[in-house]
Nanobody
Framework: QVQLVESGGGLVQAGGSLRLSCAAS?????MGWFRQAPGKEREFVAAMRWSGDTTYYADSVKGRFTFSRDNAKNTVWLQMNSLKPEDTAVYYC?????????????????WGQGTQVTVSS
């Protein structure tokens, strides 16, 4: 069973920055970040496959969020800049065991515990 341990998050003013991290206990096929605001469905934020160089972003975060990784440590980060109140949500790290579509949360096999990000206006 792959364990995903998240850290980071917190309260920040609009325009500020936060950095989330997620450490996996072992290598998986791909990893992604999702978020869920109260009363809303879980939505895709960003994802990548360990074997590739491409990172995929939701349009709502493109240009503001950056997904980075350390292959040797099985760790990924989500740098969030120019944060907006609408970015407020619980953010989850997730991993897939095998090739699948990256944007659908139902295709992910493992999930982190989630971390709250709150952006005040």
């Amino acid at each position: 069973q792959v364990q995903l341990v998240e850290s980071g998050g917190g309260l920040v003013q609009a325009g500020g920055s936060l950095r989330l991290s997620c450490a996996a206990s072992e290598r998986t096929f791909s990893m992604g970040w999702f978020r869920q605001a109260p009363g809303k469905e879980r939505e895709f934020v960003a994802a990548m496959r360990w074997s590739g160089d491409t990172t995929y972003y939701a349009d709502s975060v493109k240009g503001r969020f950056t997904f980075s990784r350390d292959n040797a440590k099985n760790t990924v980060w989500l740098q969030m800049n120019s944060l907006k109140p609408e970015d407020t949500a619980v953010y989850y790290c997730a991993a897939q065991r095998r090739f699948s579509t990256l944007l659908n949360p139902n295709t992910y096999d493992y999930w982190g515990q989630g971390t709250q990000v709150t952006v005040s206006s």
